[in-house]
């Protein structure tokens, strides 16, 4: 085991709750190249069962440990090399546990521009410092008298330069900094002030105007909205400490003078307590507030990847309509609405461009073109896109369904409102653009919403997960820190999934384990020069995939059909000689044993491990072929929107109505209700209980039930309730308009931005207003 390993696995083990043992297990296989789903799904044995989500944590803190290290041993050689390193530093600096604690001891020694202490230490005022903080019975002015010489023009000038050095010394002791700023993280506020002038412009800003929280306390979306409109201009933002203090000495103050036993009662002490205020005053306040700014955006950056992570996860795996002849409406007003048909594979069928609205007005003809499309190609679902125009073309869809004959034999489509989210990025992508050479942009739009609904996480893997749209602040956090967590949430989704390697698109061969991109288009290359795959093993004739490659791979790739019947199944490759051994145990056929449960569970698992694979693996594997290739994602849900609820206008305080969740912050979740314009629930409303985390209760995607508790049409907000106490209004009854659990609905937006932002303003605006009541 390397070294490093040995050091930094009991860290890790100990945040994830495993043992070190376990954490080394699992980094040597990161490490040997292995990916997070193979290692949580195929070698549990060796992991002792770290499941995907320890795991992302290990990688996580792997990456910053091992950052750390580097530049610990990079200080520890600079040091060294200028002489200063003792045996007492370099324990020191082995202890340390934070990146930022390594650099306050490093500061003493860092190189650095020619400071005022430096310029003073040149003119020869060094002995006077250390002369003033060694005898605090002499008044430093009479010290000071013997160094007036040359650039040394009078006492004031000397005492100037000592305090210049021992300020300095305040400002590099590493053990005062961290007292001082854990003291700032424990008794700290965040004040927000709004910028003179700017009241009318930043008014979505208007509850940060005059606003001041604990910094320990500040909730990171809070956090974020500060930020954003101190970045804007809008705001001021001031870290203030010991502010209710109203001893004489602050307590900052007191903890320096206490590090160099500075008293009230020698001569020096009072041109030393001087020295002290100013030190704080000029160098270690601004320093510190800095420190914790950047804290507290880190920390909020953190939450908000995490509540992005979650929704986007959620968004994945949701369930997928099916594989259902789909048209989808990608609603337009002047341009018009475009149609595409796709089977029920996603392959194209047709498509067409209609003008139902002004300036054309060819409704009926619109709905003419959209009913033939639909009797010719035996349409089963209709997607509507949620952008600009949406209910008016839902208008139109539910006409023509009601003036469609009933037909048993060919039931009527099933209409449903779905986001149109990143489906623009996707039609303007390269992905697309090699999928659809020929056909026009705005088609290709079409094309993705009605995909979309038949599989979620087919469709969506082909646009960059920031473009989806289902967190706040987006723009505003680290983004190469948001990129990992949301490929790594992509990435454990597709797999959480399998995928099935005759029909699956690059995008999502290139999210299975340890393919990528280059060897995705090298399959579906083979795939279209030879035909579909009859087998897993048939992968390894693909060029440049070889063993390893295929080890990563192949459990999560499906051959529905194939020659080998547990190609269908999760069950790896590798693992085929035990499941072969349970199937004969069972004296059945392997086909005609699999899904069937009841033989399965008589089982004893133990008879079945042998030395390569534990009682897990076998566990899996019965689970497995009882229910072989099952898609872990839900059953498809619809929500029904209440007749006569269209716009928010409509609504009114205790309407009862039913929508889908479609964004979940650290304050509540956003509720679709039919009415282009998302309600919040407040956390504190989202149960007869309290709740701690909105995720406990709802995830995106579910079907709720809500009564409205406000209506703020000039501001476009709805405030809603999940909470079954109060008097409740019946809203009129419902129509047939429906919408899938699993989408996420956005609201007609400029762009990805423009609407995360509103947004945002809206939870943290209405948060506010819901805390004042």
Not at 291 to 316: G, P, S
Not at 321 to 348: C, E, Q
Not at 562 to 576: F, T
Not at 578 to 584: H, T, Y
């Amino acid at each position: 085991m390397a070294d490093d390993i040995k050091r930094i696995a009991p860290l890790i083990a100990a945040e994830i709750n495993a043992r070190p043992e376990q954490a080394a297990a699992a980094i040597q296989l990161l490490d040997e190249g292995s990916t997070v789903p193979f290692v949580a799904r195929y070698r549990k044995e060796v992991t002792g069962g770290l499941d995907d989500t320890q795991l992302r944590i290990l990688s996580e803190r792997l990456t910053y440990l091992r950052e750390l290290e580097a530049r610990r041993n990079t200080i520890l050689e600079t040091i060294n090399s200028q002489g200063k390193l003792t045996p007492d530093l370099q324990l020191k600096i082995a202890g340390v546990a934070t990146k930022a604690e390594l650099e306050d001891i490093y500061l003493p020694y860092k190189p650095k521009r020619r400071t005022r202490a430096e310029i003073a230490r040149e003119r020869g005022l060094a002995p006077l410092a250390e002369a003033i903080m060694a005898d605090r019975t002499v008044v430093p002015a009479k010290l000071a008298e013997t160094y007036v010489q040359g650039d040394v023009t009078d006492v004031k000038a000397a005492l100037e330069g000592a305090r210049d050095i021992i300020a300095e010394g305040f400002t590099e002791n590493a053990d005062l900094l961290g007292r001082l700023r854990q003291h700032m993280r424990n008794s700290a506020h965040l004040r927000s002030k709004v910028v003179d002038g700017k009241q009318e412009a930043g008014a979505k800003f208007s509850d940060y105007f005059d606003h001041s929280e604990r910094w320990s306390n500040i909730a990171g979306h809070r956090a974020l909205a500060m930020l954003r409109g101190r970045n804007e201009d809008f705001l001021s933002l001031d870290i203030e400490v010991d502010e209710d203090d109203t001893s004489p000495l602050k307590p900052v103050i007191r903890m320096i003078a206490a590090s160099y036993q500075i008293g009230n009662t020698l001569p020096a002490d009072q041109w030393l307590m001087e020295v002290v205020n100013w030190t704080w005053r000029v160098k270690l306040s601004l320093s510190l507030s800095l420190d914790l700014m950047r804290e507290l955006r880190e920390r909020a950056e953190e939450e908000a990847i995490q509540v992005f992570a979650r929704n986007l996860k959620d968004l994945l795996l949701a369930a997928p309509a099916g594989s259902r002849a789909t048209m989808g409406l990608d609603p337009g007003i002047r341009t018009g609405v475009k149609v595409a048909i796709v089977d029920g594979t996603g392959k194209l069928l047709d498509h067409s461009t209609v003008y139902p609205f002004p300036p054309k007005n060819d409704l009926r003809g619109t709905q003419a073109e959209l009913a033939s499309l639909v009797r010719k190609h035996k349409i089963e679902l209709i997607a509507i896109g949620n952008g600009t125009g949406s209910r008016e073309t839902e208008r139109l869809v539910v006409d023509m369904l009601n003036d469609m004959p009933n037909d048993l034999s060919a039931p009527k489509p099933l209409k449903v409102i779905v986001s149109e989210a990143g489906a623009s990025v996707y039609s303007a992508s390269e992905t697309a653009a090699a999928e659809f050479p020929d056909l026009d942009v705005s088609i290709r739009g079409a094309v993705s919403i009605a995909r979309r609904l038949q599989d979620p996480l087919a469709e969506l893997v082909k646009i960059e997960p920031k473009s989806i749209g289902v967190g706040q602040y987006q723009h505003d956090v680290d983004q190469s820190r948001l990129a990992r967590s949301l490929d790594a949430v992509v990435e454990d989704a597709v797999n959480a999934v399998g995928v099935d390697l005759n029909t699956a698109s690059a995008s999502l061969l290139a999210r299975v384990s340890g393919l990528g991109q280059s060897l995705a288009e090298a399959i579906i290359a083979h795939r279209n020069e030879t035909g579909p795959f009859k087998t897993r093993k048939e992968l390894l004739k693909v060029p440049r995939l070889g063993n390893r490659t295929f080890e990563q791979a192949a459990g999560f790739l499906r051959i529905p059909d194939g020659k080998e019947p547990l190609d269908a199944s999760s069950v790896h490759p590798e693992a085929y000689g035990v499941a072969k051994k349970i199937v004969a145990a069972c004296g059945r056929d392997v086909r005609a044993l699999m899904g069937d449960s009841s033989m399965l569970k008589a089982l004893d698992p133990k008879l079945f491990v042998d030395e390569r694979f534990g009682l897990p693996t076998v566990k899996d594997i019965i689970a497995e072929l009882e229910k072989p290739g099952r898609d872990p994602r839900p059953g498809f849900k619809t929500a029904t929107f209440a007749d006569g609820i269209d716009d928010i206008k409509d609504l009114k305080p205790g309407m009862q109505l039913e929508g889908t969740v479609t964004n979940v912050a650290a304050f509540g979740a956003f509720v679709d209700i039919g009415v282009h314009q998302d309600g919040l629930v407040h956390v504190s409303q989202l149960a007869d209980r309290f709740v701690k985390d909105p995720h406990e209760v709802v995830k995106a995607g579910d079907v709720v039930k809500v009564r409205v508790t406000e209506v703020d049409v000039p501001r476009k907000r709805i405030g809603l309730t999940m909470r079954k106490d109060g008097a409740t209004e019946t809203a009129p009854a419902p129509r047939t308009a429906q919408k899938p659990a699993p989408q996420f609905k956005n609201k007609p937006q400029a762009s990805a931005k423009s609407n995360e932002s509103s947004q945002g303003a809206f939870g943290a605006a209405l948060l506010e207003a819901m805390r004042k009541k």
